[in-house]
Structure formats: structure tokens, C-alpha cells
């Protein structure tokens, strides 16, 4: 029966008081360990289609009659338009129709950004809305932008009032503590650079209105078109079956959204807005710049005593203030941590979440921060953070905790650094670091599933939710199978589209598996008890004593066992309906992830050349649904976190605030030939907290410990400190001279 | 816009060049270039390797597979670009790439544009150049350059014959162009003499699909070496006498000229 409660919400790190309608989820977790399909490796459902290039993706739709739009942006840092007239780019061949701002939400006349959006046109080819967008008559007002970060803070330019926290006495403790270690750590601007850009396609059929759209969360879409543009959301279709990536940055609809929708409705004509790569790196979001000023501050025995962290996140235009202060506040038993975070508001492209946002930065400065603490108490790294292991979230138990067993999986990687040490050579020094994390990842309700089960002796599982890249789809198929005792091949997913299935969470914030995946389990189980109710019947036995295993209906006594397809076979047109919600989040207990890796590294100290060697992944996210798609995962997110690392950089010019590195040659992802040797390892226990699944999610953990295990892998091998992101060999090349100039200042006072 | 695709040299008459359009093609899409003509000259420009001879029309990815091409030459093809951009552009077009100063091809009116300041020098330049950029701090990018320049390579145009050198100028502000080539000019030929040994070094930022940070190549012949470097001048840049100690540069670029003595010290070493 559903249930109406109050409850804390955590999406993305963020937290916000809500009543939520939650039906219970009665069934027990399954034991520990591989079942026959949940925690077996299993290939993705749609692999086929996928190398076959039959997998249709937003960028693939193209519907009768549709036109194309192209997007009018700002080429000015912070401007109003004045003026707009599109008479002429409407007499060019080819156009149909255009708008501007104030036309369709996200088109503002005042422009925030160089590259902000501010009107669209839409013509049978993207070549000649293009030309047409040169065609538009438009006169700008400049108004004041502000650039830089440092010089926003100085000014009080702040997106919000400055966020303080503190448990403890942090000054006292600072001041008796035996040790302190003081540094500064930046972050730079990074982006998402999907595969598949930004893009939608509105089709107007009637008063309804389809779009098609590559997004992370297909009800948010629906519900912000509806608003959008005062329509029900029961008229708004949203259908997004694969999609090339997001990371974060496709949670809502954008403005090509909205463009298309009112170009469609003007043309009368479906109309696709698809980003180009030049404006994915422009204008589609990024992971905002941090400056970080941090303390730690610890006994002679390494108990860490105080943490302290003056946080600034540089947003540009829009955005959100990530908890880069998260992991200072979270990953150690400390009794006295201070922080505070302050937000600017600059006139440079908005933020949007980027994997695990705030978490990926603060780790970069706390892990470094931690290890240079390490170096000054002359304890091993490792060690350190055995000894500060934090019990429960500032005295709130966590759901469940396995941090100790990866540092145990992670000791034989670890005790690999003095034979990497000694493989260096005068020239490239080797050495080894270590990194932990904490993130959230336990997803929650409401997500909901159908099961239907007809006479062919096939299994749909029906849910509105959207398989982003990440393999949910063919996750949500073992967890059906599992519960219903068949094999893999016997279940199909459907899923992608509003309109065909139930809610669905977004797939955000490590969120689908853990809040998906026990709707499916109970969605399944709800078909089992069915099935076993006709079957009962059928054999004339109790139900209790019936189960299906290895698609055979099974009696306890071994006497009864029979294909479950001679069963089903007599449902005729009869269909068996099942239906699965999401349980609510255990009450009173704090719900995260949490991991390790271990770097190797390889340094030239001559050019500052940075290569990793070997990247080593130990991560604790509950149950392991498919090992083979969550390895997947954690190789995903070490490699994007090695761009973020070593090469990755959004760059503005200082005078115009225009985007410099607008193409993938200026911005540099890394390529395969970058990736080193990854060892993924999982704890692979269930969260017996977390519903029936004791799944959490994996999307994001793996991106979030690299960077520091990179840095201090970087000081195990050379002595030198990084102190800012990307490490460039300009930063190498920097903190290489620091640390020779440090191990040459006794001799020369 | 027209696309010819001429069959001999005598039917040249005007038009942008292109070969593999790895460059042409989005400097057009760019609006940098522009073109009522395209002129398709692959089937005029020879392609091949005879003895020191390279037609101008060979890929990058065919020279960096022959075992006849000096070693400094491979492997500036083998670092240079990514597979798929190999297979595709010329050695006549790489001579003649353009800068990847983000200035420039963002269009601001820089002076290599016409205009009057380099954006770069007061601007975000860490990757631009460390010698020759009072004028303009833009890099050249080819790394083929930089190696033909220490083989002493001489080209064969359809107008005359000239040291790799007299290809490329200094822009100045008389004029802003990097080489000296005339319209309607093609190089059809390369000639590399041969040398005793040759090397080809290049830091960049990713394993592939970089532009050289720096490159440096070295080749040694008749008692002397011979040192090029790429990604440091606005063209492809001869050594001088006095070393890499010459380099003037930029607040942002410092760590350039560490990068450049390490690794002119390693080729010199390679080729010694």
C-alpha cells in the first residue's frame, strides 16, 4: 500500500526536504555472492544493435518533413540584445521560421556568456539555418563581464551567501595539534564533450507534442517542456531509447529543446536542434573551477584532529554549488572540521553537474592535502588512512561501510610501489599513490516497473527510464530473470519512452540501478507469485511449495519439475501483469559509496611528461549486478578522470571571455593510447540497509579518486607536489623546480 | 562552389589547392578560407619515394611505413596527427599547415589576419611560441616541417627549386604571410639528401593526436648535425648557433624552452 512520508532527497549531492508517496518493498535481499544471474557477467542486451548501427539514437531520428534549426549565440561576454529583426534571414531560401528572445524558454535577450543562446531558425538544412542566423539583424548592448574568479570574490560577486559548517573547535584543535600542513589546490574548467552533442527533435501531432531528445531523465524533460510552454504533461511525449552520453550535463531540457518545440510549432513542421561539437564545447556546460585553500592538522601518533577548507566554486552564468567541500567533511574520523564555500557568478558558460560534482574536486585537494600530511608525519599513506577511518557520517551510522576491505584488496597493489620505485631510470621516476572516496550513489524513490508474462514464455519488463550508456538496460534484465528463476535471454527490456511504461528516476547521481532496479526485482516478483498461483492450480499443489529455477516450475520435494513453458503455454491470450515501486531509503542512516585506487606512474623530469602506467580500482557500491558492465564503469570513469587529470582544459580568453578550445584537437580527451592497464575490483557486498537489491550505483565513484592517486603517485616518484589540475608539464615542470629548490634551501642557508 | 580536378599541370588556372582536405577542408567550414574554385590536385601531384625523392602528393601514412625514408622523417609522420588524418593528408599540404593558435583560427584580427596585435601575447598563450614572436607568438604546428628542415630538404615547385628554409618568413607588417609561396605555386617534389643519422623527439599532451608542445628533430651529416624544431616560431624553426638559450619567451611559455633543452640534448645525443 503506498505511504505517504517526509523525507530527505539526495540527488547529485544535494539534499532537499520532500513528501514522497512510497509503496514498501517487502521482499527479502537475496544472499551475498553470484546468483545464477545477478552478479554473472552478461553481455549488453543491445550490443548487437549497437555495433550493427542499428541502435537509433536522438541524432539519428530524422522524421518527414523535418527542418533543422540552428541557434543564434552571443558573441559578447555578458550583452543585451537590443534589438532583433529576422525579416531578411526569413526571405532566404530554405527557412521557415524563427525566434527569438523571449520566444521559447532558455532564450533571454540578456546574454550571460559568450556563446549564451538567443535566438533560432529552422530551414529545410542545417546549412541554411546557418547562413540565415548571419542573416538576422541585431544590435547589442555590452554590459559589464566579470571573468575572473579571484577578482569576482574580491568583489562580493557571489551567486549565494557564503556556506559555513563546523563540527568541533577547529582553531584550538589547530593549535595543539603536533603537525599542520597547509596548501592551495585549483581545479580547472572541464567538459562533458559527449559523444552524441546536445540535441532534440519536436514533432507537434495535434495539441501533443513528441520530442525526442538525448537526455538523463526523460520525466524531467516531460515535466519541464509541460511548464514551459503551459501545456499538460500528459500531452508531452519524451522518447530517448540510446543515448551517447551525458555525464551530468543532459539532466534537463535545454534550449534546443524548447527551440525546436516553438520552430515546430510555428513551421507546422517537425524540427530537429542538434548541437555542433563547437558549441558542445562552448555552450552545453561544464564542471565548474575550484580554488581550494586547505588545513590539516594532526597528532605525532597521525590522528588527524582538524580538517579545515576555504572552498570557491567558479560558476559562470548558471549552475549549481557542488559539495566540493563534501569530502573533507565526510571521508575522515575528524573531530573538528571548519569549512566554507563560497560561490561565484561569472559571466562565463554555465556549470551543469559533471560525474560526481564537487566530490571529484574536493578529493583531488583533500587526498593530496592527506598525503603530504603523510609525508610530514613519516607514516605510510596507507596507514594514515586506516588510522582516521571514519565509523559513521559525523555520528549518523552509514547503510554500510566496506572502505576497510578495499584498502585490504588494495595492500597487494599497494606493495607493488617499491618494485615500481625501483624500475626508474635518471630520467623517468616511477612511483605509486593512493587515493580514497566517499560519494552518495543509493538512489531512491519513487522509480516503479511492469512485468508482463505471455504464453510464448517471454519476459517484458516495461519502465520509463533511460539507459544512458551505462548497460541499466541490460542490468534491469538479470535482476527479472534472477527473481523469476530464467535464463537472460528470456527478457527483453523496454524502455526510453513516457508514453510506454511507468516513472522512472533520472539517471543522475549513481542513481538508476539502486532506484530502478528493486522496482524490477519487485515487479518480477509479483509475475512469480502469479505464475505459482496458476501453477499451483494446474499441479495441485500449494503455492508455497512451488518455485521456478532454471525455468522449470519446481516443487520443494523434488517431485514436481516441469518447463515453465509448457505452464505459460496455457495463458492463450491471457497476459500475467506484474508490478514493481521502489521501497523508501533506510531512515536515520547515511547512504554512500566509497572506493580506492592506486596509481602508477611514470614522470620525466626532464620535459614533465606525466604517463600513468597502471591504475588499480577497488570500490565498495553494495551488490554487483553485471561485473562485466560494471567494469565497464570503473574503466569509463578512470579514463575520463586521467583527462581531467593530465590534459583536459576549458580555456577562455581573458579579455573577451570566448571559449579557446572549441574543438576536440584544442581540447584534449584523452585517447586510447593514453589508457594504462586498469584493475577493477569490487567488495561486491549487499548494503542490507538498502532495499531488496543492496545495490548502490557506479557511475560516478570511479572519476572521483583518480586525480589525487595520480598527484601523490606523482610525489612517491619524484618529491614534487601538483598543486593544480590539469597537470600540465607546465605544473610538472613547476612543482619539479619547487621541490628541487625546497631539498636545496638547508644547503643553502 | 566548383571543384576542378585537373589531369595535368597545364590546366592549372587558379583556385584553392587541396589534397586530402585534412586542412583545407575546415578552414573552408571555418570561414577562414574562402574559395569560388576548389582545385583537386591529386591527380597532378606525384606521390611515391625514389631514392631522395618524395613526391609532394605521398601521405603521411605512406612515410612513415617506408623503410627508404630517413628515420627523422617517419617518425615526425608516425607522431604526427592520428591514423585516419594520416592516411589522408599530404606531405605538400603538411609543409603548409597553419597555425593552431586559437586566436587566429577563432578568427580574432590578429595580425596574422591583418590586424593589429597578437591576441596570444597579452592573452592565454601557453602554447605559442618561444622564438621569432615579438610579432606574432603563434606555433607552427608540422612536425614534418621541423624534420625535413634538419635533413636539409629542398622542394621542386611548378615554378622553381629552393631549400625547405626559403619556403617559410617570419610575418611582418609589411606582410603577414608564413611562406613565400606565389598563388598558383605547388609543391610537387621533396628532396631529401641523405644523412648519417636523424631523429625526430616530440613532447605532447596525449600519446596521439597531438600538435607538438615541441618537436625536435636532429640529423647529422658530413661532420655536422643539423637541428629543427617545431611548435616554437611561427615557422618551422632552424636552431641557431647560440642554442635554445636564445628562446624569448612569453610568462606562459617558460616551460617551452625547459621542454626544448631536454630534448634538442636527447636528439643530439640519439644522432651523435
Known amino acids: 500500500m503506498a505511504r505517504l512520508i517526509r523525507t530527505e532527497k539526495e540527488v547529485e549531492g544535494r539534499f532537499e526536504e520532500v513528501w514522497l508517496v512510497v509503496e514498501e518493498d517487502p521482499l527479502e535481499q537475496w544472499p551475498a555472492g553470484p546468483r545464477d544471474v545477478v552478479g554473472r557477467p552478461a553481455v549488453r542486451k543491445t550490443a548487437l544493435e549497437r555495433v550493427r548501427g542499428e541502435a537509433r539514437f536522438t541524432a539519428d531520428i530524422r522524421l518527414p518533413g523535418m527542418l533543422q534549426a540552428a541557434v543564434l549565440r552571443s558573441p559578447y561576454a555578458h550583452a543585451r540584445v537590443k534589438q532583433i529583426d529576422f525579416t531578411q534571414a526569413l526571405g532566404l531560401p530554405g527557412v521557415h521560421a524563427a525566434v527569438g528572445p523571449g520566444d521559447a524558454p532558455g532564450l533571454e535577450s540578456e546574454a550571460g556568456y559568450a556563446g549564451a543562446p538567443v535566438a533560432a531558425i529552422a530551414a529545410e538544412t542545417f546549412g541554411q539555418a546557418h547562413a540565415a542566423l548571419q542573416a538576422v539583424a541585431i544590435e547589442w548592448e555590452q554590459l559589464e563581464a566579470v571573468l575572473d574568479p579571484e577578482d569576482a570574490v574580491a568583489r562580493g560577486l557571489l551567486a549565494s551567501d557564503p556556506e559555513r559548517y563546523e563540527r568541533g573547535d577547529f582553531e584550538r584543535a589547530l593549535a595543539e595539534a603536533d603537525v599542520v600542513v597547509e596548501s592551495t589546490y585549483r581545479t580547472q574548467v572541464v567538459l562533458h564533450n559527449s559523444m552524441e552533442t546536445h540535441q532534440a527533435v519536436c514533432e507537434w501531432v495535434g495539441d501533443r507534442l513528441d520530442v525526442y531528445i538525448s537526455t538523463q531523465y526523460i520525466w524531467g524533460v516531460r515535466d519541464e517542456v509541460a511548464r514551459g510552454l503551459g501545456i499538460p504533461a500528459d500531452k508531452v511525449r519524451v522518447v530517448c531509447e540510446y543515448m551517447g552520453g551525458g555525464f551530468g550535463s543532459k539532466n534537463s531540457a535545454g534550449e534546443y529543446t524548447f527551440a525546436a518545440a516553438e520552430l515546430a510549432r510555428r513551421a507546422g513542421r517537425p524540427v530537429r536542434c542538434a548541437l555542433t561539437r563547437t558549441e558542445e564545447n562552448v555552450a552545453a556546460g561544464n564542471r565548474n573551477g575550484t580554488i581550494q585553500k586547505l588545513t590539516a592538522a594532526a597528532r605525532s601518533d597521525g590522528t588527524i584532529v582538524a580538517l579545515g577548507g576555504e572552498f570557491v566554486n567558479a560558476l559562470g552564468w548558471g549552475g549549481w554549488s557542488a559539495g566540493t567541500d563534501g569530502p573533507m567533511r565526510m571521508l575522515y574520523a575528524c573531530d573538528n572540521v571548519r569549512t566554507v564555500k563560497v560561490t561565484t557568478k561569472l559571466n562565463t558558460p554555465p556549470m551543469k553537474p559533471f560525474r560526481a560534482p564537487g566530490f571529484v574536486e574536493g578529493t583531488f585537494g583533500l587526498e593530496c592535502l592527506i598525503d603530504e600530511l603523510a609525508a610530514k608525519l613519516d607514516v605510510d599513506p596507507l596507514e594514515l588512512r586506516r588510522r582516521n577511518y571514519a565509523g559513521s557520517n559525523d555520528g549518523t551510522p552509514f547503510s554500510s561501510k566496506n572502505l576497510s576491505d578495499c584498502y585490504e584488496l588494495a595492500q597487494k597493489h599497494w606493495d607493488r610501489r617499491h618494485d615500481v620505485r625501483a624500475r626508474s631510470t635518471p630520467t623517468w621516476k616511477r612511483g605509486v599513490g593512493m587515493a580514497s572516496q566517499i560519494w552518495y550513489g543509493g538512489g531512491g524513490p519513487p522509480s516503479y516497473a511492469w512485468t508482463r508474462v505471455g504464453s510464448d514464455g517471454r519476459i517484458m519488463v516495461v519502465t520509463a527510464m533511460q539507459d544512458i550508456g551505462t548497460g541499466t538496460r541490460t542490468a534491469m534484465a538479470q535482476i527479472a530473470a534472477e527473481e523469476l528463476g530464467v535464463s537472460l535471454d528470456r527478457v527483453e527490456v523496454s524502455l526510453g519512452d513516457s508514453a510506454r511504461g511507468p516513472y522512472a528516476t533520472l539517471s543522475a547521481g549513481s542513481s538508476t540501478t539502486p532506484s530502478v532496479g528493486p522496482a524490477v526485482r519487485a515487479a518480477a516478483a509479483d509475475a512469480k507469485r502469479q505464475i505459482l498461483e496458476i501453477a499451483a492450480q494446474r499441479y495441485e499443489l500449494e503455492e508455497r511449495v512451488l518455485d521456478i529455477r532454471d525455468g522449470r516450475i519446481v516443487s520443494s520435494d523434488g517431485n514436481l519439475s516441469v518447463e515453465l513453458d509448457e505452464l505459460l503455454g496455457l495463458l492463450g491470450n491471457a497476459q500475467i501483469l506484474g508490478k514493481g515501486a521502489r521501497g523508501p531509503n533506510p531512515t536515520g542512516m547515511s547512504v554512500h559509496t566509497f572506493g580506492v585506487h592506486v596509481a602508477e606512474v611514470a614522470v620525466d623530469v626532464e620535459t614533465g611528461e606525466v604517463r600513468v602506467e597502471r591504475v588499480a580500482a577497488i570500490h565498495d557500491v553494495g551488490r554487483i549486478v553485471n561485473p562485466l558492465g560494471a567494469g565497464s564503469q570503473v574503466e569509463g570513469g578512470v579514463i575520463q578522470g586521467i583527462g581531467h587529470t593530465l590534459s583536459e582544459v576549458r580555456l577562455l580568453d581573458p579579455e573577451t571571455g570566448r571559449v579557446l578550445t572549441q574543438s576536440l584537437d584544442a581540447y584534449r580527451m584523452p585517447t586510447i593510447a593514453d589508457v594504462p592497464e586498469i584493475v577493477c575490483e569490487f567488495v561486491d557486498e549487499p548494503d542490507r540497509h538498502l532495499t531488496s537489491l543492496g545495490s548502490k550505483g557506479l557511475g560516478e565513484p570511479p572519476i572521483v579518486p583518480i586525480a589525487a592517486a595520480i598527484a601523490n603517485a606523482i610525489r612517491d616518484a619524484t618529491g614534487a607536489d601538483v598543486h593544480e589540475l590539469p597537470i600540465s608539464r607546465e605544473e610538472m615542470l613547476r612543482a619539479l623546480r619547487e621541490a628541487k629548490e625546497r631539498r636545496g634551501a638547508p644547503a643553502a642557508v | ?272
Not at chain 2, 630517413?70 to 606531405?91: D, H, I, K, V, Y
Not at chain 2, 592565454?124 to 616541417?145: K, M, Q
Open chain 2, 1 to 272: 562552389m566548383e571543384l576542378l580536378q585537373p589531369s595535368s599541370l597545364a590546366e592549372l588556372d587558379g583556385g584553392l589547392f587541396v589534397h586530402g582536405g585534412t586542412e583545407v577542408v575546415p578552414l573552408l567550414r571555418d570561414g577562414i578560407l574562402r574559395a569560388d574554385r576548389l582545385v583537386d590536385i591529386r591527380a597532378i601531384v606525384p606521390r611515391g619515394v625514389e631514392g631522395g625523392r618524395i613526391g609532394a602528393g605521398t601521405t603521411l601514412a605512406e612515410l612513415e611505413a617506408d623503410p627508404h625514408v630517413p628515420g627523422a622523417l617517419r617518425e615526425a609522420c608516425r607522431l604526427a596527427a592520428s591514423p585516419q588524418l594520416r592516411n589522408m593528408s599530404s606531405l605538400g599540404g603538411n609543409l603548409l599547415q597553419s597555425t593552431r593558435c586559437w586566436y587566429w583560427r577563432l578568427k580574432y584580427p590578429c595580425r596574422l589576419h591583418g590586424g593589429d596585435r597578437c591576441h596570444a601575447r597579452e592573452g592565454e598563450h601557453r602554447e605559442h611560441a618561444i622564438f621569432a614572436n615579438d610579432f606574432c607568438a603563434s606555433a607552427h604546428p608540422s612536425d614534418v616541417a621541423a624534420a625535413l628542415l634538419a635533413l636539409g630538404a629542398r622542394l621542386h615547385t611548378n615554378r622553381r627549386e629552393l631549400d625547405l628554409s626559403e619556403l617559410y618568413r617570419l610575418p611582418d607588417e609589411a606582410d603577414r604571410s608564413t611562406t613565400t609561396l606565389e598563388p598558383g605555386e605547388l609543391i610537387l617534389e621533396v628532396a631529401v639528401p641523405p644523412v648519417e643519422a636523424s631523429v625526430y623527439l616530440k613532447a605532447m599532451d596525449r600519446k596521439r593526436w597531438s600538435f607538438p608542445q615541441v618537436g625536435v628533430a636532429a640529423a647529422r651529416s658530413g661532420g655536422g648535425t643539423r637541428v629543427a624544431l617545431a611548435g616554437v616560431a611561427p615557422i618551422p624553426w632552424l636552431l641557431p648557433s647560440e642554442g635554445v638559450d636564445s628562446a624569448t619567451p612569453l610568462p606562459r611559455t617558460a616551460w617551452k624552452v625547459d621542454v626544448a633543452r631536454a630534448l634538442v640534448r636527447r636528439a643530439l645525443a640519439q644522432v651523435a
